[in-house]
C-alpha cells in the first residue's frame, strides 16, 4: 500500500512568514542612518501595499474556508436526508454555482 503524502501548503503560516520578511526589510532601511528619503518613501510605499494585498489574500482565504466548512455541513447532512431531497439540494447548489462562476 502506497504511503499518502500531505501536500497541502499553509498558506497562512507562508502570509505570516512573508510578511514578517518584510517587516523586518523595512525596519533595517527606517533603522539605517545612511538610508536615502527616496529609499524611505519607497520601503514605506512598497509595505502599504504588500500588506494590503496579504490583507485581501487572507479575506479571500477566509472566505474560501468558510465556503468549504458550509459545503462540508451540506454534505454531512445530506448523507442523513432522503435521496430526492439531497439530489435536489445538490441541483439547486450546482446551478447556483454555476451563476455566480
Do not use: W
Amino acid at each position: 500500500m502506497e504511503e499518502l503524502i500531505d501536500t497541502r501548503i499553509s498558506v497562512s503560516q507562508e502570509l505570516k512568514e512573508h510578511y514578517d520578511k518584510i517587516i523586518e526589510r523595512r525596519d533595517n532601511i527606517l533603522d539605517d542612518p545612511g538610508s536615502e528619503n527616496r529609499d524611505l518613501i519607497g520601503i514605506l510605499n512598497a509595505t502599504t501595499s504588500i500588506i494590503r494585498e496579504l490583507s485581501k489574500i487572507q479575506q479571500d482565504l477566509y472566505n474560501s474556508e468558510k465556503f468549504a466548512i458550509l459545503q462540508q455541513i451540506i454534505v454531512n447532512v445530506l448523507k442523513d436526508c432522503d435521496q430526492e431531497v439531497a439530489n435536489r439540494v445538490i441541483a439547486a447548489l450546482e446551478a447556483r454555482l454555476e451563476k455566480i462562476s
